[in-house]
């Protein structure tokens, strides 16, 4: 079973404008991260929330992590074609893997 | 630098089959761990190696075991092949402290059973 639960399954946007994808997980976690997998080969990491924040910014991400709602969500500002892609949220916790959810199917139209 | 090198990328097998998929870890990295990503749905741990040992294990059965060498690559073995088992099969490593840290994925094997 997956960890954690991303809100939409797919969403479709024009270049330049903001893409949102939300993610929802059920256990206590060390972390949360967010991964980016292009055409169903490796994924990429893209940006890591400690339990401990409320924000973080990298570059075109925003991640925002509310523990008590247990859900994050990953803005991706002005995107591109380039942005097309499957993203994924997934959560450590006191073990050895990390869990990832179902996946937001991103298509960024030119 | 070599990122995580997988291989085959692509293998077709029969059902009861027996598979065995490979994986070098990022240079300097020395815990691998294994997912199975089937169509449409996100990657699923399978278990995690680091000194050679499985130091985790997901939810899946013995049919799936694992190997971890002294130069820190890995293989996976898949016995009795069912049409299940037909995903991608990705590898990740990184080192041991920063397992929870940050994953670097290789390109993965997509098996097919028939």
């Known amino acids: 079973s997956q960890q954690g639960e991303e809100d939409p399954q797919a969403l479709s946007i024009q270049e330049g404008e903001n893409a949102t994808m939300n993610c929802s997980y059920k256990?206590?976690?060390?972390?949360l991260q967010w991964y980016r997998q292009n055409s169903g080969r490796g994924l990429v990491h893209l940006i890591l929330?400690?339990?401990?924040?409320r924000e973080k910014h990298s570059g075109r991400l925003r991640v925002t992590l509310d523990t008590s709602k247990k859900s994050s969500s990953l803005l991706i500002t002005a995107s591109r074609a380039a942005d097309t892609a499957s993203y994924f949220c997934?959560?450590?916790?006191?073990?050895?893997?990390?869990?990832f959810g179902a996946g937001t199917t991103v298509t960024v139209r030119a | 630098d070599a990122g995580v090198t997988q291989s085959p990328t692509h293998l077709i097998k029969t059902r009861g089959q027996q598979v065995t998929l490979r994986c070098s870890p990022k240079s300097g990295h020395d815990t691998v761990s294994w997912y199975q990503q089937a169509l449409g749905q996100g990657p699923q741990f399978i278990f995690q190696?680091?000194?050679?040992?499985?130091?985790q294990r997901g939810n899946f059965p013995d049919r799936f075991s694992g190997h971890q060498f002294p130069n820190y690559s890995s293989e996976l073995n898949v016995n009795a092949l069912l049409l299940g088992d037909s995903a991608l099969y990705l590898c990740?490593?990184?080192?041991?402290?920063?397992?929870?840290?940050?994953?670097?994925f290789g390109s993965g094997t997509q098996l097919s059973v028939l």
């Open positions: 190696y680091y000194e050679e040992e499985e130091r």
């Open positions: 997934a959560t450590a916790s006191n073990d050895y893997k990390l869990s």
């Open positions: 929330i400690r339990s401990n924040e």
């Open positions: 990740a490593s990184s080192l041991f402290e920063d397992f929870n840290e940050k994953l670097f």
């Open positions: 256990t206590s976690i060390n972390n």
